[in-house]
Structures are given as structure tokens and as C-alpha cells.
């Protein structure tokens, strides 16, 4: 690819990512929000600092994880590099950057969206707003995803946005699903228990999954189903199954039709991590441990990323920050 496609590839891949990431940490902490009103409430929040492996720095910052120092820390903390308005603002500079390849309408709306989250103060995320808050931020970044989807040009720029996307999508579902791993490890007595069922119905939900889930499991919910579902479902279009092939397929595109070379290591990569999910069932995950098989594909996620910046952005950074 020439240095000047090979930087916009970079700007459109990582654009994509930044504002999946900041509609999925909304969904993040708009799911822990209802898990905290539980008798679990106090070590709730705390998990999400350990998620993200920011115990550092939040606690430099902070002396505890209340709710409220987790939700301006994730929300509105501009010095955080993996809150919701640094992500926001680092899809907003790789927009700009794209100035004359996206439309005026994708470049207003993530103005608009930018502008409103800088207007917004302490009192705006308190705990009682976060549900309306983290609402609004879901339906911004949906908006920004539709406006996309109806203007982007069909070239290669498509096939990077979209790479971006789907490995984001597959992350942070990764995620969502290790929050209730840990949410429910300090008591197991509680697992099959009223509480514990709606907590997955809250995680379905914050997944965007609970009516696909009821269409294909319409009598009961179980942990087990959950988890497969958000892994290995071949039709939940946020499940890490549907992302990875969608990766695979967009990787072997660039290949074929754009004859992208470079991208035969990720390809690679994909494929062996296509190859695996393809193979597991969800009782080997669990009863190999969820946590540890969530880790993995994380760690997997990020080594694919890593080839792709290899093999397209010459080993560039991100045109504002790291995954």
C-alpha cells in the first residue's frame, strides 16, 4: 500500500474501533449499574478498573471505587486514555484526518456527539442518570454506525472499517462476558438463585442479545447457554464467532481483491483463531475455566491487531493511541 492509503487505512481502522469501544464500555457500565444494586454493589465497580487493568492509574487518582469515581473516570476523565470521552475523542481526530474521504454527515454527527459529552459535568453521570447517559452515548454511536453503513464508499476503506469494527465487537464481548464471571466468583451459592438469573438477562441486554438469545433458548436461561451464545452463536451478529469470520472474510477480500499481500500473517492468524472457536463447545470452555479461555482470546485479539498494523500501517502507531 502507497504511505499516504496505508495511513488513512490506519485513521478508518482505528476510527471504527474507537467508537465501538466507546458504545460497548457504555453497555459495560450501564450493565454494572444494575448488577450493583445488589448485595455484590461494593465490589462491582472495582471490577471494571481490574478489566481494563487500570488499578494504577485510577487509584493514583481516586482512594476507592465508588460509582461515582468509576463513572467519571470511564466517562468524562479526558486524561484517561480508555474512558468514554478519550475514545470519542480519538475517533473524532482520525475523522478529521479523514476529512475527504467520509461525508459531511459522519463528520457533523461525531462533532455533535463530541460536543455534547464536553458539555456534560459530575451531576450529568451521577448514579441515578447513568442509564439515560449511557443511552444516549449507545444510540450517538449507533447513529454514527448507520450513517456509515449509508455513506462510506465501497473501496478498501470499507474493508478497514469494518476489520476494525468486528475485532472491537469481539473484545469487548469478551469482556462483558468476564464482568459477570467476576461478579459472581466472590459467591457461588448464589449461581441458578432469582438474582443471578436476572443478572444474565442484564448481561443479554447490555450485549444487545436478550431477544436473539429468547428466539433461540424460548424456555429457559442457564449460565451455559449465555456464555455459548455470546461466543459461539453463528447468527448473533455481537457474538465473537460472527466477528471472527467477518474479520477472516474481510482479510481474505483485501487479499483477493485488492491484492494486499501483505496481509497474508493476519490472515494467518484469523484463520488459526476461526480454526479454534470453530472447535470448541462451551462445557470444555467452562470446564476449563471461562476466565482463562476469555484471557486467551483476548490476548489473541491483540496479537491479530498487531499483525494487521504490521502488514497494512508499516508498523506505525494508531494515528492517536493504542489499543
Same mark, same amino acid.
Given at each position: 500500500?502507497?504511505?499516504?492509503?496505508?495511513?488513512?487505512?490506519?485513521?478508518?481502522?482505528?476510527?471504527?474501533?474507537?467508537?465501538?469501544?466507546?458504545?460497548?464500555?457504555?453497555?459495560?457500565?450501564?450493565?454494572?449499574?444494575?448488577?450493583?444494586?445488589?448485595?455484590?454493589?461494593?465490589?462491582?465497580?472495582?471490577?471494571?478498573?481490574?478489566?481494563?487493568?487500570?488499578?494504577?492509574?485510577?487509584?493514583?487518582?481516586?482512594?476507592?471505587?465508588?460509582?461515582?469515581?468509576?463513572?467519571?473516570?470511564?466517562?468524562?476523565?479526558?486524561?484517561?486514555?480508555?474512558?468514554?470521552?478519550?475514545?470519542?475523542?480519538?475517533?473524532?481526530?482520525?475523522?478529521?484526518?479523514?476529512?475527504?474521504?467520509?461525508?459531511?454527515?459522519?463528520?457533523?454527527?461525531?462533532?455533535?456527539?463530541?460536543?455534547?459529552?464536553?458539555?456534560?459535568? *459530575?451531576? !450529568? /453521570?451521577?448514579?441515578? +442518570?447513568?442509564?439515560?447517559?449511557? @443511552?444516549?452515548?449507545?444510540? $450517538?454511536?449507533?447513529?454514527?454506525?448507520?450513517?456509515?453503513?449509508?455513506?462510506?464508499?465501497?473501496?478498501?476503506?470499507?474493508?478497514?472499517?469494518?476489520?476494525?469494527?468486528?475485532?472491537?465487537?469481539?473484545?469487548?464481548?469478551?469482556?462483558?462476558?468476564?464482568?459477570?464471571?467476576?461478579?459472581?466468583?466472590?459467591?457461588?451459592?448464589?449461581?441458578?438463585? *432469582?438474582? !443471578? /438469573?436476572?443478572?444474565? +438477562?442484564?448481561?443479554?441486554?447490555? @450485549?444487545?442479545?436478550?431477544? $436473539?438469545?429468547?428466539?433461540?433458548?424460548?424456555?429457559?436461561?442457564?449460565?451455559?447457554?449465555?456464555?455459548?451464545?455470546?461466543?459461539?452463536?453463528?447468527?448473533?451478529?455481537?457474538?465473537?464467532?460472527?466477528?471472527?469470520?467477518?474479520?477472516?472474510?474481510?482479510?481474505?477480500?483485501?487479499?483477493?481483491?485488492?491484492?494486499?499481500?501483505?496481509?497474508?500473517? *493476519?490472515?494467518?492468524?484469523?484463520?488459526?483463531?476461526?480454526?479454534?472457536?470453530?472447535?470448541?463447545?462451551?462445557? $470444555?470452555?467452562?470446564?476449563?475455566?471461562?476466565?482463562?479461555?476469555?484471557?486467551?482470546?483476548?490476548?489473541?485479539?491483540?496479537?491479530?491487531?498487531?499483525?494487521?498494523?504490521?502488514?497494512?500501517?508499516?508498523?506505525?502507531?494508531?494515528?492517536?493511541?493504542?489499543?
Amino acid at each position: 500500500m502507497a504511505a499516504l492509503l496505508a495511513r488513512y487505512a490506519e485513521c478508518i481502522f482505528w476510527l471504527a474501533r474507537y467508537m465501538e469501544r466507546a458504545e460497548n464500555l457504555a453497555r459495560i457500565l450501564d450493565v454494572n449499574e444494575t448488577f450493583a444494586r445488589d448485595s455484590y454493589g461494593a465490589t462491582n465497580w472495582v471490577t471494571i478498573v481490574r478489566l481494563n487493568a487500570d488499578e494504577k492509574r485510577f487509584f493514583e487518582l481516586y482512594p476507592t471505587a465508588s460509582a461515582k469515581n468509576v463513572l467519571n473516570f470511564y466517562i468524562l476523565d479526558q486524561q484517561n486514555p480508555t474512558s468514554i470521552i478519550a475514545a470519542v475523542s480519538s475517533a473524532r481526530e482520525n475523522a478529521r484526518q479523514l476529512r475527504p474521504l467520509i461525508s459531511t454527515e459522519m463528520w457533523a454527527q461525531i462533532n455533535v456527539f463530541y460536543n455534547k459529552l464536553l458539555a456534560w459535568g *459530575p451531576n !450529568d /453521570i451521577a448514579p441515578q +442518570n447513568i442509564q439515560r447517559q449511557c @443511552a444516549f452515548i449507545k444510540e $450517538a454511536c449507533q447513529t454514527h454506525t448507520g450513517i456509515t453503513e449509508g455513506t462510506f464508499f465501497r473501496d478498501q476503506g470499507w474493508y478497514f472499517y469494518n476489520l476494525g469494527r468486528n475485532l472491537e465487537r469481539a473484545d469487548q464481548t469478551t469482556r462483558v462476558l468476564d464482568i459477570k464471571y467476576h461478579t459472581l466468583l466472590p459467591s457461588p451459592r448464589d449461581v441458578g438463585t *432469582p438474582v !443471578d /438469573i436476572s443478572q444474565w +438477562n442484564s448481561l443479554l441486554r447490555s @450485549a444487545a442479545g436478550y431477544h $436473539a438469545f429468547r428466539r433461540v433458548y424460548p424456555r429457559g436461561l442457564t449460565p451455559a447457554a449465555v456464555a455459548g451464545f455470546l461466543l459461539f452463536n453463528d447468527n448473533f451478529p455481537r457474538s465473537v464467532m460472527v466477528c471472527m469470520r467477518e474479520v477472516d472474510s474481510l482479510l481474505n477480500r483485501l487479499n483477493s481483491k485488492y491484492r494486499l499481500r501483505r496481509g497474508t500473517l *493476519p490472515l494467518e492468524r484469523s484463520d488459526e483463531l476461526l480454526g479454534s472457536l470453530a472447535s470448541q463447545t462451551i462445557e $470444555a470452555v467452562i470446564a476449563g475455566g471461562l476466565h482463562e479461555y476469555l484471557d486467551r482470546l483476548q490476548l489473541s485479539f491483540s496479537s491479530l491487531t498487531s499483525d494487521i498494523a504490521q502488514a497494512f500501517f508499516h508498523a506505525d502507531q494508531p494515528a492517536t493511541m493504542t489499543a
